[in-house]
């Protein structure tokens, strides 16, 4: 007898206009620095005292910690932000994670300016009521060290105190490049060994890296190793594509290739030993050209755009897998997955544990491209398989070698309804999404909507 079959999944859609949003002068905080011989310019000193005055005045989304100290004992300040009075997003799921950094080399003010702004501006929209601002905080932790190297901040100088490049001291092909001063060893630096055991302790599971510098006017993506594009490049392409049709006509390239070969920084390790799509953003030198202030923070503003975006919609930063049928017929199985994010996934596979929990059955592997679905069929002994068990799938969060693995449960909200025959025997197994042909129909171009309880 076969038994229809009926499950719901809670889903709710949004539209948001993220990629159009624009910039209001009334809502973009003014980088406070001073000038000081031609850049504007905030000692260590000022920035700790304002930070703690945002941690004091703003308790419920500020949490200040220090991710260590300085080869001069100054403390390396991370803003922590997020809706504090709440430990999940509202459907009881993680919230995203991002992970921002300015300041590696002491005389590029304007990335850390931006640092401080990407903080200030969800404080500031938080406490006007700002839609955007708020959702992000309730929905993200947004972690910022706004001054890696208050050392050479403070005395205007690239280097850290021991005259080493920080952004050449990272534990990823260090010191395999013709390069600046790198230091004696990966990691040497007191200020890159904390941000890597920083990064290792809170955000491993980001889905977002910034990390903030000035120069000239481009974005960069890993690799700065390699000329070659990164096996994420169609994630770093659509966020190309997307930024320069509607935000910012910024450059947005390959570090190699858009800047020059280097080796050893905080962009290549983050993407490389940690796994998260990393982008170093670069303002332009208009600092050192005297009188130019005033289009600082016009500047700063357009990289801004930039980056609410990165942040409003990095729930699609990563592969989201969602099973849209599984079947099990004449000892075949057919799986049909739909992925809604934006990286593509080479390592998927389908498991079938029982209730213990035990994996009694796992498929082989499989990819599914990015915004794109996939259709799987495996040989099978359906024996295996009774309505006590759970399904899950275990995929890679993106194609890098190092990303995030995650296993995640077939919707357990699912009513699974198998095909017996009449002495009782099993003969099959139906399982099938009925927004599935929603998703069919209105494709998945998924930028402009994000799916709240779907995670
Ligand atoms: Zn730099």
Wanted: with cysteine; glycine share 6%; proline share 4%.
């Amino acid at each position: 007898m076969r038994v229809a079959v009926g499950l719901v999944v809670c889903m709710m859609l949004a539209v948001i206009p993220s990629a159009a949003a624009q910039y209001d002068p009334t809502q973009t905080p003014m980088w406070p620095g001073e000038p000081v011989d031609s850049h504007v310019h905030m000692t260590w000193a000022a920035l700790t005292l304002e930070v703690n005055d945002w941690a004091d005045e703003n308790s419920d989304i500020v949490d200040l910690v220090s991710a260590g100290k300085s080869e001069l004992g100054r403390d390396l300040w991370v803003v922590r932000l997020s809706d504090w009075s709440m430990e999940t997003k509202a459907n009881g799921s993680s919230k995203e994670i991002v992970y921002i950094d300015g300041g590696h080399h002491g005389n590029e003010y304007l990335g850390t300016a931006l640092a401080w702004l990407s903080a200030k501006w969800y404080i500031n929209g938080w406490n006007d009521g700002n839609e955007e601002a708020i959702s992000v905080l309730q929905n993200n932790e947004l972690h910022i060290l706004i001054m890696l190297n208050p050392d050479g901040n403070d005395i205007d100088t690239r280097w850290n105190i021991n005259q080493v490049d920080l952004n050449r001291n990272y534990d990823h092909y260090w010191n395999t490049c013709p390069t600046t001063q790198p230091g004696s060893s990966a990691f040497s630096e007191a200020e890159t060994a904390a941000n890597a055991a920083y990064i290792d302790a809170h955000v491993t599971d980001a889905d977002l890296y910034v990390t903030m510098h000035t120069g000239v006017w481009i974005i960069l993506y890993p690799w700065g190793k390699w000329p070659e594009q990164p096996p994420d490049w169609e994630l770093f392409w659509t966020i190309r594509d997307t930024v320069n049709a509607g935000i910012s006509d910024i450059p947005i390239q390959n570090a190699n290739q858009g800047l020059y070969p280097n080796c050893g920084t905080s962009r290549d390790y983050g993407y490389g030993q940690m796994g998260f799509p990393t982008f170093t953003f670069e303002t332009d030198d208009e600092q050192f050209v005297p009188g130019s202030f005033e289009n600082i923070n016009d500047r700063l503003a357009e990289e801004m755009d930039v980056m609410r975006y990165l942040i409003e919609n990095v729930w699609y930063w990563r592969a989201r897998l969602v099973v849209q049928s599984l079947a099990v017929e004449e000892g075949t199985l057919t799986l049909d997955v739909i992925n809604h994010g934006q990286a593509s996934t080479a390592n998927a596979s389908l498991e079938y544990h029982n209730a213990a929990g035990e994996v009694l059955w796992a498929s082989s592997l499989f990819g599914v491209n990015a915004t794109n679905s996939t259709t799987v069929s495996f040989d099978v002994d359906q024996n295996v398989f009774t309505t006590e068990g759970k399904w899950n799938l275990n995929y890679q969060k993106r194609v890098i070698n190092a990303a995030t693995w995650v296993n995640e449960t077939v919707d357990s909200n699912l009513t699974v309804n198998f095909i017996e025959a009449e002495e009782g025997f099993l003969l099959g197994f139906g399982l099938f999404n009925p927004l599935a042909v929603i998703f069919s129909m209105i494709g998945v171009s998924v930028l402009t909507r994000r799916e709240e309880d779907n995670d």
